[in-house]
């Protein structure tokens, strides 16, 4: 998972609770690598996010403090990604919308 590179604090959260990153790993249930990445500023899941939260002995509303807000520099990516989706995914059905068809509709398997 690639993603872009965005700053975060959970390096710093860490090392303020006297963490070393494979502690902090086993405590969230991840790898060493995936807080590395985390770390380093790549893209993680929400999930993996929730986790160093907790293993972090934080609220999952304290997320901004830890990742940053939507606001950040960075998170345009995001925004500019979900909307070339969203775009992308209009044309495809504009241009196939001759082929949609309605499904079958089911009559239980009796036949009329």
């Given at each position: 998972?690639?993603?872009?590179?965005?700053?975060?604090?959970?390096?710093?959260?860490?090392?303020?609770?006297?963490?070393?990153?494979?502690?902090?790993?086993?405590?969230?249930?991840?790898?060493?690598?995936?807080?590395?990445?985390?770390?380093?500023?790549?893209?993680?899941?929400?999930?993996?996010?929730?986790?160093?939260?907790?293993a972090l002995g934080m609220?999952?509303?304290?997320?901004?403090?830890?990742?940053?807000?939507?606001?950040?520099?960075?998170?345009?990516?995001?925004?500019?990604?979900?909307?070339?989706?969203?775009?992308?995914?209009?044309?495809?059905?504009?241009?196939?919308?001759?082929?949609?068809?309605?499904?079958?509709?089911?009559?239980?398997?009796?036949?009329?």
């Open positions: 998972m690639g993603g872009a590179v965005r700053s975060n604090n959970v390096q710093r959260y860490r090392e303020s609770l006297m963490m070393s990153k494979a502690a902090l790993a086993r405590k969230a249930g991840l790898s060493s690598l995936t807080i590395d990445r985390v770390e380093a500023g790549r893209a993680c899941r929400l999930d993996t996010k929730r986790k160093i939260l907790l609220k999952v509303s304290d997320k901004a403090q830890v990742f940053g807000s939507i606001s950040d520099p960075g998170a345009g990516t995001a925004q500019q990604a979900a909307a070339s989706l969203t775009l992308a995914t209009s044309r495809s059905l504009n241009a196939g919308s001759d082929s949609l068809q309605e499904p079958p509709q089911s009559n239980g398997g009796y036949e009329s």
